[in-house]
T-cell receptor, first 111, second 113 residues
Framework: KAGVTQTPRYLIKTRGQQVTLSCSPI?????VSWYQQTPGQGLQFLFE???????NKGNFPGRFSGRQFSNSRSEMNVSTLELGDSALYLC??????????FGSGTRLTVV | GESVGLHLPTLSVQEGDNSIINCAYS??????FIWYKQESGKGPQFIID?????DKRQGQRVTVLLNKTVKHLSLQIAATQPGDSAVYFC????????????FGTGTLLAVQP
């Protein structure tokens, strides 16, 4: 059974640009969550999608957005990138019970 | 690989010793707790979980203890191996369909051969 797949693994963007990250959940998992991990702030919740609807959102500015498709795949978008957006972005999927499984993340560097 | 955190609390143990990693959680309403292991360049990997109606749960070489009175969680690793070297995070959440994980700051476990 394939795990959570995130693409790309690494990304370098310039300040002011926008970026789209992709996450393919484990087959059968309908919930997808996104987290940002930085050395200073640790792991912080961005948002969760379930059946194409955003169910929960963390305390991030509106530049951070996401969506989920009918096949449960999810994308997150960050517009007008800032240096502080450099981070490891992690996606986690689960069934509607508790068991979160994380992908390996996308390492975003903003220069 | 990338560093997952700087200035993390560090626990250094000898190979073969037992390790105990502690975590203070924040929300008294939290009813589900998970320990994750994160190796350099990888995402968090599930180790063991526990619900709030339990105070102890055992897995293979790992035990989680929950003390709700003082909002404390611990992870015990028996016979620690070099492959256990990683950053360990506790995470808490509370019931409902929109639950999210709230992570602790992490502890770096360094196993000396």
């Amino acid at each position: 059974k394939a795990g959570v797949t995130q693409t790309p693994r690494y990304l370098i963007k310039t300040r002011g640009q926008q970026v789209t990250l992709s996450c393919s959940p484990i087959s059968g998992h309908r919930s997808v969550s996104w987290y940002q991990q930085t050395p200073g702030q640790g792991l912080q919740f961005l948002f969760e999608y379930f059946s194409e609807t955003q169910r929960n959102k963390g305390n991030f500015p509106g530049r951070f957005s996401g969506r989920q498709f009918s096949n449960s795949r999810s994308e997150m978008n960050v517009s007008t990138l800032e240096l502080g957006d450099s981070a490891l972005y992690l996606c986690a999927s689960r069934t509607d019970n508790y068991g979160y499984t994380f992908g390996s993340g996308t390492r975003l560097t903003v220069v | 690989g990338e560093s997952v955190g700087l200035h993390l609390p560090t626990l250094s143990v000898q190979e073969g010793d037992n390790s105990i990693i502690n975590c203070a959680y924040s929300n008294s309403a939290s009813d589900y707790f998970i320990w994750y292991k994160q190796e350099s360049g990888k995402g968090p990997q599930f180790i063991i979980d526990i619900r709030s109606n339990m105070d102890k749960r055992q897995g293979q070489r790992v035990t989680v203890l929950l003390n709700k009175t003082v909002k404390h969680l611990s992870l015990q690793i028996a016979a620690t191996q070099p492959g256990d070297s990683a950053v360990y995070f506790c995470a808490e959440t509370f019931g409902g369909a929109t639950n999210k994980l709230i992570f602790g700051t992490g502890t770096l476990l360094a196993v000396q051969p």
